[in-house]
């Protein structure tokens, strides 16, 4: 593949009067940074962090034009590092793909060979991606629950966001592995199809807060998955029962939070936080192996709903209005263009 090959990709641009627009543009390969390993993506999926990249926030992507996507899913053109072979299926999560890297909303990235892990035999791409970071997330964080002890036995898991791409993926994997879900969400229009994901019980997310100031309140659930932050985070701790613990991972309801020490001292009740963006590639890897095992889901598309490359634009303004619901898988691969 030449330097002057061209391919399709989603473009986020700075106006003149600091607005972002995003269309999809033509580029060559030779656009993309100089690194060892030139894949060209099949699939990718949509994130909150991809949404903010989209709308301009200098946090998450300093320089425009810019390509998000922290996920792909594709096959290995070429590698000088001797990592891969050409033809190989991989997945990249994380890292800086998306971010300052042009990332997998593109038909082809270039990127560091330690960013990319194979893809496990028993998943698809397309498969791969209906989990994304989301589902990653998700997958890190029951698994760090269980290394806190937690076991199906102890009483619910409750779950905030759970509409969200973390939270769907929550509810089943928890749902499979044998646990009661408590579901917290703010579309209560959405409690059928939650149920259907797993959960036993679905209750509207503001009741999380009904305890008020309280320093601590009755033991309602076992462990808990907080996809949200804020309050919730803070009174999903105060409510959690003596030994368990809550994971963190989002902060769409706030990154401050507050609360008393009396949780943790009174009741040993633990707050562990998620990383899904620069774990070592060897845990990233061995994560993937049990969602590609005692993690993979029955009936995996039903989690997702796929879309093209064309509908990115629309999809993404979604996160920042609150009406994502379960994933959003993209179909990025089309037609390379020569």
């Given at each position: 593949?030449?330097?002057?090959?061209?391919?399709?990709?989603?473009?986020?641009?700075?106006?003149?009067?600091?607005?972002?627009?995003?269309?999809?543009?033509?580029?060559?390969?030779?656009?993309?940074?100089?690194?060892?390993?030139?894949?060209e993506?099949?699939?990718?999926?949509?994130?909150f962090?991809?949404?903010?990249?989209?709308?301009?926030?200098?946090?998450?992507?300093?320089q425009?034009?810019?390509?998000?996507?922290?996920?792909a899913?594709?096959?290995?053109?070429s590698?000088?590092?001797?990592?891969?072979?050409?033809?190989?299926?991989?997945?990249?999560?994380?890292?800086?793909?998306?971010?300052?890297?042009?990332?997998?909303?593109?038909q082809?990235?270039?990127?560091?060979?330690?960013?990319?892990l194979?893809?496990?035999?028993?998943?698809?791409?397309?498969?791969?991606?209906?989990?994304?970071?989301?589902?990653?997330?998700?997958?890190?964080?029951?698994?760090?629950?269980?290394?806190?002890?937690a076991?199906?036995?102890?009483?619910?898991?409750?779950?905030?966001?759970?509409t969200?791409?973390?939270?769907?993926?929550?509810?089943?994997?928890?749902?499979?592995?044998?646990?009661?879900?408590?579901?917290?969400?703010?579309?209560?229009?959405?409690?059928?199809?939650?149920?259907?994901?797993g959960?036993?019980?679905?209750?509207?997310?503001?009741?999380?807060?009904?305890?008020?100031?309280?320093?601590?309140?009755?033991?309602?659930?076992?462990?808990?998955?907080?996809?949200?932050?804020?309050?919730?985070?803070?009174?999903?701790?105060?409510?959690?029962?003596?030994?368990?613990?809550?994971?963190?991972?989002?902060?769409?309801g706030?990154?401050?939070?507050?609360?008393?020490?009396?949780p943790f001292?009174?009741?040993?009740?633990?707050?562990?936080?998620?990383?899904?963006?620069?774990?070592?590639?060897?845990?990233?890897?061995?994560?993937?192996?049990?969602?590609?095992?005692?993690?993979?889901?029955?009936?995996?598309?039903?989690?997702?709903?796929?879309?093209?490359?064309?509908?990115?634009?629309?999809?993404?303004?979604?996160?920042?209005?609150?009406?994502?619901?379960?994933?959003?898988?993209?179909?990025?691969?089309?037609?390379?263009?020569?």
């Open positions: 593949m030449s330097n002057d090959t061209t391919f399709k990709a989603l473009v986020v641009e700075e106006t003149s009067d600091g607005e972002f627009k995003k269309s999809i543009q033509e580029r060559k390969v030779s656009d993309l940074p100089e690194n060892d390993l030139l894949i993506v099949h699939y990718s999926s949509l994130n962090k991809d949404a903010m990249s989209a709308t301009g926030n200098k946090r998450i992507t300093k425009y034009p810019h390509t998000p996507g922290i996920d899913a594709g096959v290995v053109v590698d000088k590092s001797g990592t891969f072979s050409a033809g190989q299926e991989v997945l990249v999560f994380g890292y800086d793909l998306g971010m300052d890297t042009d990332g997998g909303l593109g082809m990235i270039s990127i560091p060979a330690e960013w990319a194979p893809c496990p035999e028993t998943l698809t791409l397309k498969e791969a991606m209906t989990y994304g970071t989301g589902g990653l997330t998700a997958a890190l964080s029951v698994q760090k629950l269980e290394k806190m002890g076991k199906p036995s102890d009483g619910p898991v409750a779950v905030t966001g759970a969200g791409g973390v939270g769907t993926i929550s509810i089943a994997i928890l749902k499979q592995l044998g646990y009661d879900v408590i579901a917290f969400s703010g579309k209560p229009e959405q409690s059928e199809h939650l149920k259907e994901l959960a036993s019980e679905v209750r509207h997310r503001d009741t999380i807060n009904e305890i008020g100031n309280k320093p601590v309140g009755r033991e309602l659930w076992a462990n808990a998955i907080d996809t949200i932050g804020g309050d919730y985070l803070s009174n999903l701790l105060k409510q959690t029962k003596a030994g368990g613990a809550v994971t963190s991972c989002g902060l769409a706030g990154a401050e939070f507050s609360m008393t020490v009396m001292i009174t009741r040993a009740v633990s707050l562990l936080g998620i990383d899904s963006v620069y774990i070592p590639l060897a845990d990233k890897e061995a994560i993937w192996k049990r969602v590609a095992t005692d993690m993979k889901l029955p009936n995996l598309e039903s989690y997702g709903e796929e879309i093209t490359l064309e509908q990115t634009p629309e999809y993404l303004d979604r996160f920042m209005s609150s009406k994502v619901v379960g994933r959003y898988v993209v179909n990025v691969k089309g037609q390379v263009l020569v």
